[in-house]
């Protein structure tokens, strides 16, 4: 149990559009989502907390015009590269927490290669 | 502020034992989780722990010392697919992950 899903894997795009990127808890209801960002041999960084029904708080220096982040369901959130740039070339990662956990850990989706050209 | 060291690359020989040390200061704690992340892939969780002490899973241990602001991961018997990069993350009081930047571990045959 507790499978996270993203979509798509990997994505190339030409810069100045928009990818929208899915992240599903499929057997599981999540209150809260993270999304995180990940540079080639860095650690992660979390760029947002995400509640059903709510806005998402972003974290200093995310932009929040930038990145939208929509989780319109216990099971769902999608994060919006809005104008890529090459900058924004990234590994994109989502997690889920439980709703009934007892430990408050974080499954993590298998992630999202984005290559902006 | 809130900081988490561990070192950045460790060698260690395939069939032996390597510790991996994490050591923490967060505005709270409620609990310390570790983490294993091979190269392009999302991490996967190995352990939590939310008490002082020794928990046991497999070829993987995990140790916490709350006063201290400590935590190893033991990993024994390696093989030459536990090479990947260990995350060390503690929740802290806001139950926000903080995490570590990582060991590189890379096992030699």
């Known amino acids: 149990g507790a499978v996270v899903s993203q979509h798509p894997s990997w994505v190339i795009c030409k810069s100045g559009t928009s990818v929208k990127i899915e992240c599903r808890s499929l057997?599981?209801?999540?209150?809260?989502m993270f999304w995180y960002r990940q540079f080639p041999k860095q650690s992660l960084m979390l760029m947002a907390t995400s509640n059903e029904g709510s806005k998402a708080t972003y974290e200093q220096g995310v932009e929040k015009d930038k990145f939208l982040i929509n989780h319109a369901s216990l099971t769902l959130s999608t994060l919006t590269v809005t104008s890529a740039h090459p900058e924004d070339s990234s590994f994109y990662i989502c997690?889920?927490?439980?709703?009934?956990?007892?430990?408050?850990?974080?499954?993590f989706g298998p992630g999202t290669r984005l290559t902006v050209l | 502020g809130q900081n988490i060291d561990q070192p950045t690359e460790m060698t260690a020989t395939e069939g032996a034992i390597v510790q991996i040390n994490c050591t923490y200061q967060t505005s709270g704690f409620n609990g310390l989780f570790w983490y294993q992340q091979h190269a392009g892939e999302a991490p996967t969780f190995l352990s939590y722990n939310v008490l002082d002490g020794l928990e046991e899973k497999g070829r993987f241990s995990s140790f916490l010392s709350r006063s201290k602001g400590y935590s190893y991961l033991l990993l024994k018997e390696l093989q030459m697919k536990d090479s990947a990069s260990y995350l060390c993350a503690v929740m802290d009081s806001n139950y926000q992950l903080i995490w570590g930047a990582g060991t590189k571990l890379i096992i030699k045959p």
């Open positions: 057997d599981f209801q999540a209150t809260t």
């Open positions: 997690s889920a927490r439980h709703l009934a956990a007892e430990i408050n850990e974080q499954f």
